[in-house]
């Protein structure tokens, strides 16, 4: 599934499409579109909204979703953003008061949390920052994961916030599963629009 | 700042800065409860009220015993600030 360009997709097919240029409103109309009921999503930062929606229709979508289903996931920003926004609030020492929800999101593998929060996943779980898109990586940690037993199934991608430019890929894989986990297969997923 | 004024004040504040994107100024009664059942506030919540106090009205909060008695609901809230800045 992708979420980029103001449109939210699954296997091709687009759920979702809004025009909004901002991604603060947009995230938030996708939210009430998508029907996602869960208060705590207007507390997150934009990255925890970003990975929290692309979960969110990735799931829904999974057959038989268990606890122990890892997450995967990377990106070239880390927490850049919200870094940004509490280096600000700590700039002026005559003035400096940090938001302690802010502080809480200056870690991208954060975003991870929110999702297993959310869905009681308890399985491993990691964050990698790349300067681009790596399926090599996403392919041998899930690979790894499911071949040790680590895991039932894992959901792996990309998802990047940076300034306005925002850009989620998600997909999930299990041992004798249907999808094709090769990297030919993740990079030409990762690519599609 | 009349009691009243500032209890609107405080829900006003409360709803934008902890983001509570469901509530608005009406929904909050005077004697809800801010944790727990009530608007379901967390820890991180009572971080940012600690901040809030500070940043606004001046009040430093340091005794973790007082910060449960004081967020107890708009009301308390209200009283405590009003006491220490004659508000």
């Known amino acids: 599934m992708h979420v980029r360009n103001s449109k939210i997709s699954l296997n091709y097919n687009i759920l979702f499409e809004d025009g909004a240029e901002e991604f603060k409103d947009f995230?938030?109309?996708?939210?009430?579109?998508?029907?996602?009921?869960?208060?705590?999503?207007f507390?997150?930062?934009?990255?925890?909204?970003?990975?929290?929606?692309?979960?969110?229709v990735l799931i829904q979508n999974m057959e038989n979703i268990d606890e122990n289903t890892a997450i995967i996931l990377s990106n070239r920003a880390s927490s850049l953003d919200t870094d940004r926004k509490h280096q600000e609030s700590i700039s002026d020492i005559d003035n400096y008061y940090p938001s302690p929800s802010v502080f809480v999101y200056t870690l991208p593998n954060i975003c991870i949390g929110e999702i297993c929060i959310k869905h009681q996943l308890f399985s491993e779980n990691s964050f990698y920052i790349f300067e681009n898109f790596n399926p090599n990586h996403l392919w041998l940690q899930s690979e790894y994961l499911l071949k040790t037993g680590k895991?039932?199934?894992?959901?792996?991608?990309?998802?990047?916030?940076?300034?306005?430019n925002y850009d989620a890929f998600l997909y999930a894989v299990e041992k004798n599963g249907d999808f094709d986990n090769s990297i030919e297969n993740i990079k030409k997923l990762?690519?599609?629009q | 700042m009349p009691i009243k004024e500032l209890r609107e004040e405080l829900k006003k504040k409360i709803i934008d800065q902890l983001n509570l994107?469901?509530?608005?100024?009406s929904d909050i009664e005077d004697d809800d409860a801010l944790f727990g059942d009530g608007l379901g506030l967390d820890s991180i919540d009572a971080l940012e009220l600690i901040v809030m106090l500070d940043k606004d009205y001046g009040i430093q909060l340091t005794d973790?015993?007082?910060?449960?008695?004081?967020?107890?609901?708009?009301?308390?809230?209200?009283?405590?600030i009003a006491e220490r800045t004659n508000k």
Not at chain 1, 27 to 41: E, S, T
Not at chain 1, 43 to 56: E, F, H, Q, T, V
Request: proline content about 3%; glycine content about 4%.
């Open chain 1, 151 to 164: 895991a039932n199934k894992v959901i792996c991608g990309w998802v990047d916030f940076d300034d306005s």
């Open chain 1, 190 to 192: 990762y690519l599609c």
């Open chain 1, 27 to 41: 995230i938030k109309i996708a939210y009430k579109a998508l029907g996602i009921d869960y208060p705590k999503f």
């Open chain 2, 64 to 80: 973790p015993k007082e910060g449960k008695e004081v967020f107890k609901s708009i009301t308390v809230l209200a009283e405590y």
């Open chain 1, 43 to 56: 507390k997150m930062d934009n990255l925890s909204k970003l990975a929290l929606i692309a979960a969110d």
């Open chain 2, 21 to 25: 994107e469901d509530f608005s100024v």
